[in-house]
Structure formats: structure tokens, C-alpha cells
């Protein structure tokens, strides 16, 4: 049985268990969160198909990736999570989906949903994990699920080539199968730059992805210099969820990391946002 350990916790976020679920308390009851801890209504109404998080440590972008997961408890029960990261070591194949086995954190294991992950490879997406073995993207998401749903499930992918016919082969991929799934794509966005120059380009960006229109995301990430590290796994989740009959996107969150480090000359953005019927 393949486990994958954790290689950010007590970096990214805590590492043990109980310092881990304060860590997300504190996050959802933060200022800039959404004030409470979340509970998972049973009979949600199931309607988001995707979300937009952020991904740098809990302590800077934390209360804002927690909208996002307080917008999914409310939503409802989900069984499986497809998590694209950007690959930011350079290991591994073009798109790289982590196939079978575990990935563990403090909270515990998350089992790999083997079937779905199958279903993904062909020319675009191949089973690999060594792109996977350094990478953060991806694994700071697990916590955040594993508090909200006991026995949840993952497809661990990132995205080497985040040109937009590889988002596009990535997010059609994943509509093709059926089911009951969220699509979380892990980016942060404007990278070390002044507050009000980051704002400003974030702004832009984010009025593409609410509109779902990816074209004019890889259009505007062009003309800005925009340094989102995650175009990709935005482009395809936008592209997935859109088969898959979403037909609306919103922001439920934006702030930078100097409203919670304090200083404001060189910020990274962060934004959730949801995406649905």
C-alpha cells in the first residue's frame, strides 16, 4: 500500500492534530474568514461544481481558502475531491495524477479514488508520482477537507504544462467522469508586488474567472505579467465545470498576505471563488 507522507506540515500548516484543528479554527474565525466554523449540511442543494483556493500557509492565506470550504460544507457531502496544483518543482510528466494508494496528514489518511484517477490518463494525464513527492499545491487542501468529511476520497493532480490546450485536455478529462465531485484548483495569484499593483491585477483576473471565460484569463495573465502560479488549474476547472453544466462563478473572498503579515510593499493575492449550477 503506497502512502504518501506529508512534507509541509509543520511548515505550511501545524503538525500535529490538535494544533492542526485550532490552526482551521482560527482561520474560519478569523477576521477576514467567514466568522464560524463550518458544519456539512446533509441535504445540501449540491450545486458547486468547482472552487478557487489558495494555497501558501494557513497563517497568510488561510482565512480566505476557509470561504471556500465553508461555501462546500454548506453545499453538501461530497465523495470525492479532484485537487489540481500547479507543479512547481519541475519533476514528472507534463500532468501528473498520483494513482493509487493514501496521502496522509496530521488528520489522518485519505485514500486515493483509484477508479477515477484511471479514467483520467491517455495522452495528456499520465500516473506519476515523483512530481508529486515535493509539491504543496495539492496537499495543503487535504487538511481542509479531511475536518469537514470523514472518508472523502482525492485525485491528486498537477499541472507541469498550463498552456490552455493542456488545461483544456486536463478539465474535459475530468467532466468525462460521472459522479459526485468538487474540482478545487489550487492557486494563488499577484506574487511580490505592492498591495495596490497586486489588487489591481488580481481584479482583472478575477472578473475572467468569474466569468468563466479562461480565453481572456490566459489573455489578461499576458498583458498584466500577472504571476499567478495556478492559471492552469483555474483553466481547467473552469473547462470542467463548465461540462459539467455550471453556468455561474463568484468570489466569495480576496485579500492579500499583507492584511495578515502586516506589511503591504510586497504582497501575494489570494482568492476563493465558487463555481456552479
Not at 463550518?38 to 494555497?55: E, F, K, Q, R, T
Not at 496522509?104 to 484511471?118: D, K, V, W, Y
Request: proline share 5%; with cysteine.
Amino acid at each position: 500500500m503506497k502512502i504518501r507522507k506529508p512534507v509541509v506540515a509543520g511548515q505550511f500548516y501545524a503538525g500535529s492534530p490538535d494544533r492542526l484543528k485550532e490552526e482551521l479554527a482560527w482561520c474560519y474565525r478569523h477576521d477576514l474568514g467567514p466568522g464560524e466554523l463550518p458544519s456539512v449540511n446533509a441535504s445540501g442543494p449540491g450545486d458547486l461544481l468547482a472552487v478557487i483556493v489558495p494555497h501558501a500557509g494557513y497563517r497568510y492565506s488561510g482565512p480566505v481558502a476557509a470561504h471556500a470550504y465553508s461555501a462546500l460544507a454548506r453545499d453538501g457531502v461530497i465523495d470525492t475531491a479532484v485537487i489540481i496544483g500547479p507543479n512547481h518543482s519541475g519533476y514528472g510528466p507534463a500532468v501528473s495524477v498520483w494513482p493509487a494508494g493514501y496521502w496522509e496528514t496530521p488528520l489522518g489518511r485519505a485514500e486515493i479514488n483509484e477508479e477515477f484517477a484511471s479514467n483520467l490518463l491517455g495522452d495528456t494525464i499520465k500516473a506519476d508520482e515523483t512530481a508529486h513527492l515535493s509539491e504543496h499545491s495539492v496537499e495543503v487542501q487535504l487538511p481542509w477537507l479531511q475536518h469537514l468529511y470523514k472518508g472523502i476520497k482525492i485525485v491528486p493532480i498537477v499541472m507541469k504544462a498550463q498552456d490552455l490546450d493542456t488545461a483544456s485536455a486536463v478539465g474535459k478529462a475530468i467532466a468525462a467522469v460521472s459522479g459526485r465531485f468538487i474540482v478545487i484548483a489550487s492557486s494563488d495569484f499577484t506574487h511580490y508586488e505592492h498591495c495596490t499593483t497586486a489588487t489591481q491585477k488580481d481584479a482583472l483576473m478575477i472578473k475572467a474567472i468569474t466569468d468563466m471565460d479562461e480565453i481572456e484569463l490566459y489573455k489578461q495573465r499576458k498583458l498584466l505579467g500577472c504571476t499567478m502560479c495556478g492559471h492552469g488549474p483555474i483553466s481547467a476547472a473552469i473547462i470542467a465545470a463548465r461540462e459539467r453544466g455550471a453556468s455561474s462563478a463568484r468570489l466569495l473572498k480576496y485579500a492579500t498576505s499583507g492584511e495578515t503579515s502586516g506589511d503591504f510593499t510586497s504582497v501575494v493575492g489570494y482568492g476563493s471563488i465558487a463555481i456552479g449550477k
